[in-house]
């Protein structure tokens, strides 16, 4: 399985490139969009294949630094006229919350809770 | 001069263009703000069950300062003074032994709830329930600057609360509870110890193995307390006495001193004496063993019980020989009416005679007393 991993201890974002889906899991609190350009830089890149699955069930929490960046990828799936599929958790309170608000944005995007 | 129509379109384009971003920027901003709102919410929330569940051991003060420090900088391992208490219920464990479970737990339940709320009022922070003993820190987590004195005033307040412990006893007719306490200040090493799966906050150190010793010496009613802690408690300590006692691990005899109240707060001052205590007109016949480690000597020696009271006897070996030790325990089978434990807590008339507080006794010598001493028993 070909992979493609970022990781800090507290998180990590996981691109199986075969399925091009990016699991996104632990903690995420970077600062701005600077700090999180490295996460942007592999969406994107599963993004050129024109469909991704972002699987984050293991994400337990997200900083509104990390919510705006969400909502960035958004906007560039809808420009780059592909498609997005979110995977959530039920027992996490803010994935009910905030993953459904990004169709605020992008109505196409599929969120999926578990 | 006419715009010709493609560039009004192009602009046009722009404009929508601008005005889309302008709409995202919008829902990203408002999103985002919403996400932060209900992250707070849910961090407020995870705040109050802590300060809910912690504060059961500490104070509200002690709880937000370590919530407001930067991952619990104040639990990793340190080297400071602090002052310990130890409390232990006396005669406990064989009331234990006689009572349903369930009676048990609803007495410890009520016993520690009571201890806890005057812990937490005199800024202690409850290291460890055990069984029907209490660790106390004062000075950790949180520095503090007299501890000795708080931890004085802490005990003082938990004796006295003993009174509102055993109206509920009697209230659910149990038999009335008898704490001891021992204090000690020193040099130990706190933090967070254990694995993974199950730490817990806590300081080790000969101080603190010092402050349980002084603990066992107590009977109940007693504050003893170390040198260090008086001195560290500063003026104004009421002392009902003191004396010597040579700890297993202590390097030589320490003075341990058995603190009647403080000054500034008369209230929580108790009496010394005890009203009931009467001269036996004929001297009662009582074999006496010591017990070391909690095991009774194999030979006991003859003695005599010259003055009862409620709490505790004067005695004198028949034989003569030394007393025993401050401190040390004794078994006594008082002839023809029954048995009973003892811890030495004076010495008098040279040595001569010895004073001891009952730790446990049997119903048959519960009644003796009463009878002699003229109280009602329990």
């Not at chain 1, 830089?41 to 509104?64: H, I, K």
């Not at chain 1, 958790?89 to 605020?104: D, E, T, V």
């Not at chain 2, 799966?197 to 504050?223: C, H, K, M, P, T």
């Not at chain 2, 307390?225 to 560290?232: F, K, N, P, Q, V």
């Amino acid at each position: 399985m070909a992979t493609q991993e970022i990781s800090d201890g507290s998180y990590s974002a996981i691109r199986n490139k075969d399925t091009n889906e990016v699991t996104i899991r632990g903690t995420l609190r970077l600062n701005g969009t600077a700090e999180y350009a490295p996460i942007m830089a592999l969406l994107e890149e599963a993004l050129s294949a024109g469909m991704v699955t972002v699987d984050l069930r293991g994400l337990q929490f997200l900083n509104s630094s990390g919510i705006a960046f969400l909502m960035r990828f958004a906007v560039k799936v809808r420009e780059a006229k592909g498609s997005l599929r979110l995977r959530g958790s039920k027992k996490i309170p803010w994935h009910s919350k905030s993953l459904q608000n990004l169709q605020r944005i992008v109505p196409e995007i599929r969120v999926d809770l578990e | 001069m006419s715009v010709p129509p493609s560039i009004i379109d192009e602009y046009q384009k722009r404009i929508a263009e601008l005005e889309r971003r302008c709409q995202d920027l919008e829902t990203i901003i408002e999103t985002t703000s919403e996400h932060a709102d209900f992250i707070e919410a849910e961090l407020e929330k995870r705040n109050q069950f802590i300060r809910h569940l912690f504060g059961r051991y500490v104070t509200q003060e002690v709880v937000d300062q370590i919530l407001s420090m930067p991952d619990g900088q104040t639990l990793v391992g340190e080297r400071r003074v602090i002052t310990i208490l130890s409390s232990d219920l006396r005669g406990f464990t064989a009331m234990a032994e006689r009572l349903p479970a369930e009676d048990i737990i609803r007495i410890l339940n009520c016993y520690l709830g009571i201890m806890s709320d005057v812990i937490a009022g005199s800024g202690g922070t409850i290291g460890a329930f055990l069984g029907d003993g209490i660790v106390v820190y004062f000075g950790a987590p949180i520095q503090m600057e007299n501890h000795a004195r708080k931890a004085l005033i802490c005990a003082l307040s938990m004796q006295a609360a003993m009174t509102r412990v055993n109206h509920e006893m009697r209230e659910r007719g149990y038999p009335a509870l008898e704490m001891g306490i021992g204090l000690n200040t020193g040099d130990v090493v706190v933090g967070n110890v254990g694995s993974e799966q199950r730490a817990q906050y806590g300081a080790v150190g000969g101080a603190v193995n010092l402050a349980f010793r002084i603990e066992s010496y107590s009977v109940g009613g007693d504050v003893l307390a170390s040198d260090a802690t008086l001195r560290a408690a500063g003026e104004g300590v009421l002392l009902w006495g003191s004396a010597q006692a040579f700890p297993k691990g202590s390097p030589g005899p320490i003075t341990i001193f058995s603190i009647g109240g403080l000054d500034e707060l008369p209230e929580l001052s108790r009496r010394h004496s005890d009203a009931t205590a009467v001269e036996l007109p004929a001297p009662q016949a009582a074999n006496i063993w010591p017990v070391l480690e909690k095991t009774v000597a194999p030979n006991p020696s003859p003695g005599l019980i010259l003055r009862l009271s409620a709490k505790g006897a004067t005695l004198t070996f028949l034989e003569g020989g030394a007393p025993p030790s401050m401190f040390s325990n004794l078994r006594l089978d008082i002839t023809g009416v029954g048995e009973a434990y003892a811890k030495v807590t004076a010495h008098e008339d040279a040595g001569r005679r010895f004073v001891v507080r009952f730790t446990q006794h049997s119903p048959a010598v519960e009644r003796w007393i009463a009878d002699v001493v003229n109280v009602p028993s329990s």
